[in-house]
């Protein structure tokens, strides 16, 4: 298998580390919001043993265009067209109502590429692990519940993408009966 090339990846972590700057996790530490997509690209990585520097850097991005103001212009000149086509597929248009965009991303997890499902998976893997270890301090029971239930519905529509990842998030959501 061809190494994961530093380079493009290193640029990566240093760009979204800048474009997150200002921004925090809402866990009660507040956490820098970089920790986040760092994660996801360490899950792909080190427990997915994937090594497309497609899918890791877009990982790394994944949340720039939605969060930050970063252009798909911006991304393109810098990290190239396949990447920025993958960040552009797991980015919610925040122009439409929360609720709107939840059940979007249930109606088009099934459509994603390949690459995209990898970092969708991994991303609600991320999150799930967070609302069980370092949860949003404010969040009711009920809402956390919530979130487990519609992330599953997301994750089902990419099923068939990566057994391993896939069961390690079907164990995370077997530990919703520990949610406080
Ligand atoms: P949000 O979309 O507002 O928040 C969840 C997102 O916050 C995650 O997807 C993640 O996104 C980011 N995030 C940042 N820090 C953390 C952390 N520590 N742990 C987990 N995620 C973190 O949540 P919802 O509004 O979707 O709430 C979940 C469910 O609860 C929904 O189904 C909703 O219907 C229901 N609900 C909502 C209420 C509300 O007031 N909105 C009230 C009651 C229930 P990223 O990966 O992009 O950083
Ligand atoms: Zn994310």
Known sequence: MEPLPLGPVLAAVA????KHRAQRRKDAEASPYINHP???????VNQGGIHDATVVC????????EDTETTAAE?????????TAVVLEVTDDKALHKQVRKQRQIEHAPKLSPEAKLVKLADKICNLR?????????????RK???FHWAARVVD?????HPRLEALFDHLLSRQGELE
Not at 15 to 18: L, P, T, V
Not at 75 to 83: C, D, E, K, M, W
Not at 130 to 142: F, G, Q, V
């Open 38 to 44: 760092i994660a996801v690209a360490d899950l792909l």
């Open 58 to 65: 877009a990982a790394v991005l994944h949340d720039t265009i």
């Open 145 to 147: 519940q919530a979130y």
């Open 157 to 161: 529509g990419v099923r068939g993408t």
């Open 75 to 83: 991304l393109t000149a810098i990290f190239g067209a396949s990447v």
């Open 15 to 18: 760009f979204a580390a800048d």
């Open 130 to 142: 967070d609302l069980l270890d370092s949860p949003p301090h404010d969040w009711s029971l009920e």
